[in-house]
């Protein structure tokens, strides 16, 4: 692993000892350190998930009542979307790759990322201690009046979540004015690579989406201790007012989650394809048309709740707008790879899973923006399976592949091509075996949060459990074969991909300032003439 | 595709593609915007994937053979943006359409209150008379249902029908039908609630004029079948009956 | 190769010298980006309360008359008074920020003890305003005092729901309030540390950015909750 122009020095040798890490304000180890906590989360929700397909086995009680079902289902939501896919590509990725992308030596304000860091986990640490007392069974949406009154240990995982929320707006902070301010010379806007332009979309949402959780929790809280009334009829309160506040802040979340995730897929097929991307300019203007109409579409989750015909006119409109840009970044995607020289190392292939799934999961997305079809759908495991498709089948896929496609840079290492092939096509397999049967028996009329369900819903429920042990197989072996390549694969060089955003200038692993000698950019980072 | 349905669903629908039965009017127009939709994602699924795997392997990178340099295209770039908009703004309108017609009442529908609480549903009628669980309605006439809920938030669906709203404490919301098909429909509660969300269920029960009029009456009618017969027969046949607690069949 | 993060050195004789992190290019740049920094965090503290405000202008919609009643029983003197208060520890905020960049130490000290000790002023006659309140059961709903105060719950039910607010509200910029007090009291042990001066005066800034924040959005608080109708 050395390299002759630093003399083997490198981020990971740079300081030796656990405190070192601990206490690091180098971007490149906070960065791994979210990714280790992140995966560990994500294996944590998966659990979780393992657990609740298996009841889902019969109809009936298989492995667990219906009170510990309650609780399964929240845990797997909540872990899942605050503990993993929220902080997941800007934390691990972002955290890694940014600076490096733009030329800098680390983010605007280190200190305050360390500090997000244990915000994270001091968030994630208080809601999962919520389940050594009686544990959360509100589901991670936390409706009132079930929330405010349930006698389960609701404050602390609410608490939770709240905190864990002050990392995610600090680390939008510091992206943004990282890329405000510390871009390398020469590197213009119209220079920047694609994954930036997504992110730092992803941290505008996150600046202003997430205080609005943030007061929403709080008040939460507050109905719990000192029954304020805000969401409680009795008291002149409104019950459907906590959907209103959950959801803006809930619908541009999806929004952070799967940005970034774009982000990593631009970047990726330019690279394996040997062409530029198709449609620069209209990519990253489409990211901030996204970021931007995501505030405005909040009640699509809310079209049965109760209100006004009008307002659902308006959000199902608008929300169809929110297509427009979606479809023109998988257009120019596909379009990337026309004529190009395409290889089909790790990352290309969970592009192309990416695809497959976000395809499927954004044309469903048109049913529940549909009026009259949500009505029937709503509520049901036709929406379980059109989440799943985007934020699993969209988010979760781009991420393996950006961990996979910066590996070398992270570790200095190769992985194996052989063992990650297998992954893949158990991912791929597992996951639609799981996820579309859902579509179906969510449109029979399956409600979803079913710890029971009616007979005639049996054989797609088994399906799509022998699905998640499949899924389930491919992402545990994922992690058996990272953690044994970090440490024992192949020397990789400094480029093994041959790609030509900045971290890829600089020794693999990057030495602790990321860069020998800084770089002057002189073209956008998909020039493939050469 | 018929077959594979056949044997994905149980065949219990396998009549109407996989969808609950069509027991309103409402139900045919929302089926058929329904398969529109699943119609329309096909073609743009064989489309995208479709492309997607066929430029994967035509331009599968081989030495010596070099990648075109294409930055965009702006035509391209445009109709791909203009037409899934275009697109988009007619299934909104045919989704509003539709729409309208689920969701408002005629001025003559049969108005009969629902209660909903955990974990069950009461229905009240206009003579004063309350059910549980079992919500009896007359075939071929508009039915309206106002309903609140007494604790938190549930939901009263009915598939069959197509027919959903949630049911909020402090407030009236409604949901109307006109059952064409007589039997029991299934009726789900599809808004968590928690310990037993998952068997607070019910039924529709529509019936044909004789028979409303006697129940009407406090007289005794004949058992009701399922609305979907083959849905019965084929559990029968597919399904073990559930050792534990589900099913109020 | 150094190991440090040490980049550029900005002095001023008298004060200790600043260094400047090493991903940034000099003492401007970083300055510039600790400011923008500081401007991001102040929208999302805008965007947390403005739902604060955003449930108030709901529940103000639907009880207009019940607003109006309740609100009587806010004291508007004091009120009035922790808005001078405030305001005038701006001031002292203002003029210790400038005290600081013209490298006046000891000014800068009083004033920012002065702010301190406004800041102090505010929060004792904010504990005699909440401590009348509990002793006369107005409270938000779960603890309201029902038998005391029978009058107004009698022709206003939903009372309650405007202490809710009021405590909510004020609570939480009564809390940022205290945080404001840390740091301006870490920026007192830092002045007196000698390490700001024109050379280096970014977190005296920042912090009197902060504060002026605290204090506006009380001009907002106070007509909001004081003077309804």
């Given amino acids: ?530 | 595709m018929g077959f594979i349905l056949k044997f994905l669903t149980n065949s219990a629908y396998a009549f109407n593609g996989h969808l609950p039965i069509q027991a309103t009017e409402v139900a045919k127009s929302w089926d058929d915007l329904w398969w529109f939709l699943v119609w329309l994602s096909v073609f743009f699924f064989i489309l995208c994937v479709g492309g997607m795997i066929y430029f994967a392997l035509k331009y599968k990178g081989k030495p010596g053979v070099k990648p075109t340099y294409i930055t965009g295209n702006v035509p391209i770039e445009i109709v791909w943006t203009a037409v899934p908009f275009v697109l988009l703004m007619a299934i909104f309108v045919w989704g509003w359409v539709v729409y309208v017609d689920m969701t408002r009442p005629p001025t003559d529908a049969y108005e009969i209150r629902v209660v909903g609480k955990q974990w069950l549903w009461q229905f009240q009628y206009d003579d004063g008379r309350t059910t549980v669980n079992e919500l009896y309605v007359p075939v071929n006439k508009p039915v309206k249902l106002t309903m609140t809920s007494t604790d938190v938030l549930h939901s009263f669906f009915v598939p069959n029908f197509r027919v959903k709203s949630d049911v909020v404490p402090g407030m009236f919301t409604n949901v109307w039908f006109e059952a064409t098909v007589p039997g029991k429909h299934q009726v789900f509660c599809t808004e968590y609630c928690g310990t037993s969300h998952s068997l607070m269920l019910a039924k529709v029960i529509a019936l044909n004029p004789q028979d409303w009029e006697a129940w009407k009456a406090g007289k005794k009618i004949p058992d009701q079948p399922n609305a979907d017969p083959v849905q019965d027969q084929q559990i029968a046949k597919d399904v073990k009956p559930a050792t534990s607690v589900v099913s109020t069949r | ?229």
């Fill in chain 3, 1 to 229: 190769m150094s190991d440090a993060h040490h980049g550029h050195v900005v002095e001023h004789p008298g004060s200790k010298p600043h260094v400047v992190a090493h991903h940034f290019n000099d003492a401007d740049h970083e300055f510039d980006a600790s400011k923008q920094g500081m401007w991001v965090f102040m929208v999302t503290e805008v965007l947390m309360l403005g739902g604060l405000f955003v449930a108030y202008a709901i529940f103000r919609g639907l009880y207009p008359e019940m607003f109006k009643a309740a609100h009587a029983y806010l004291s508007v003197k004091m009120g009035a008074t922790n808005t001078v208060v405030l305001l005038t520890s701006s001031l002292t905020m203002a003029m210790a920020v400038s005290a600081t960049q013209r490298g006046e130490r000891n000014k800068a000290l009083g004033l920012l003890a002065a702010t301190v000790a406004l800041a102090g002023v505010f929060l004792v006659v904010k504990y005699f305003e909440y401590s009348h309140k509990i002793h006369s059961g107005l409270l938000p709903g779960g603890l309201f005092g029902t038998e005391q105060n029978a009058e107004l719950i009698k022709n206003f039910p939903k009372a309650p729901l405007f202490f809710s607010l009021y405590f909510m509200m004020t609570g939480i910029h009564g809390l940022h309030v205290v945080i404001g007090m840390g740091l301006i009291l870490w920026i007192m042990k830092r002045t007196s540390a000698k390490e700001f001066g024109p050379h280096f005066y970014t977190p005296v800034e920042l912090v009197g950015f902060y504060w002026h924040f605290v204090d506006l959005v009380w001009i907002y608080l106070f007509p909001l909750l004081y003077l309804v109708g």
């Fill in chain 1, 1 to 530: 692993m050395g390299h002759s122009a630093t003399g083997g020095h490198n981020y990971i040798n740079h300081e030796k000892g656990l405190w070192s890490w601990l206490s690091t304000l180098d971007h490149k180890r906070i960065g791994l350190m979210y990714l280790f906590s992140v995966l560990t989360f994500f294996l944590m929700g998966g659990f979780f998930a393992t657990l609740l397909r298996i009841e889902h086995l019969t109809g009936g009680q298989t492995i667990m009542d219906a009170n510990t079902y309650n609780r399964v289902f929240t845990y797997h939501g909540a872990v899942m979307v605050f503990l993993v896919i929220i902080p997941a590509i800007p934390g691990a990725l972002g955290n890694f790759v940014l600076p490096m992308m733009l030329g800098a030596k680390d983010v605007a304000f280190p200190r305050l990322n360390l500090a997000s860091y244990y915000i994270f986990m001091a968030g994630a640490a208080i809601a999962l201690s919520a389940l050594l007392f009686r544990g959360a069974d509100s589901g991670w949406t936390f409706y009132t009046p079930y929330s405010t009154s349930t006698n389960t240990t609701v404050i602390l995982f609410v608490l939770g979540a709240f905190v864990a929320g002050f990392a995610s707006i600090l680390t939008g902070l510091n992206f943004i004015i990282t890329v405000h301010k510390l871009r390398a010379e020469g590197l213009t806007w119209s220079r920047l690579p694609l994954f930036i332009w997504a992110v730092y979309a992803t941290s505008i949402v996150q600046v202003l989406a997430t205080p609005v959780l943030a007061i929403t929790l709080l008040l939460l809280i507050f109905e719990r201790v000192a029954q304020i009334g805000i969401f409680d009829p009795a008291l002149g309160g409104d019950a459907v007012l906590f959907q209103h506040f959950f959801w803006f802040y809930s619908h541009p979340a999806v929004y952070i989650m799967i940005l970034p995730a774009m982000g990593v897929i631009s970047e990726l097929i330019p690279v394996f394809s040997r062409k530029p991307i198709f449609g620069y300019k209209a990519i990253a203007l489409s990211s901030f048309g996204i970021a931007l109409v995501a505030f405005v579409v909040w009640g699509h989750h809310m079209f049965v709740s109760g209100q006004s015909e009008f307002a659902n006119f308006l959000f199902s409109i608008i929300t169809m707008l929110v297509a427009v840009p979606t479809g023109v970044k998988v257009f120019s995607w596909i379009g990337t790879m026309y004529k190009g020289a395409i290889r089909f190392n790790a990352p290309m292939l969970y592009a192309f899973g990416f695809l497959e799934m976000f395809t499927i999961g954004g044309l469903t997305g048109v049913f529940c923006a549909t009026l009259a079809v949500d009505v029937h759908i709503t509520d049901t495991y036709f929406v379980v399976a059109h989440f799943h498709y985007v934020m699993v089948g969209g988010a979760i896929m781009a991420l393996l592949g950006g961990i996979h496609y910066w590996f070398p840079k992270m570790t200095g290492r190769m992985y194996s091509e052989a063992s990650a092939k297998i992954a893949f096509w158990l991912v791929l397999v597992g996951f639609n075996l799981t996820f579309f049967p859902q579509f179906i028996v969510g449109s029979q009329g399956m409600p979803r949060r079913y710890w029971s369900y009616l007979p005639e819903f049996t054989r797609l429920n088994q399906m799509s459990t022998v699905g998640s042990w499949v899924l389930a197989l491919g992402l545990v072996w994922t992690a058996v074969y990272l953690w044994r390549d970090m440490r024992k694969g192949k020397p990789a060089g400094d480029n093994p991909w041959e790609a030509q955003t900045l971290e890829w200038q600089s020794p693999s692993p990057p030495p602790h300032d990321n860069f020998i000698k800084v770089p002057v950019v002189t073209d956008w980072p998909y020039e493939y003439r050469s």
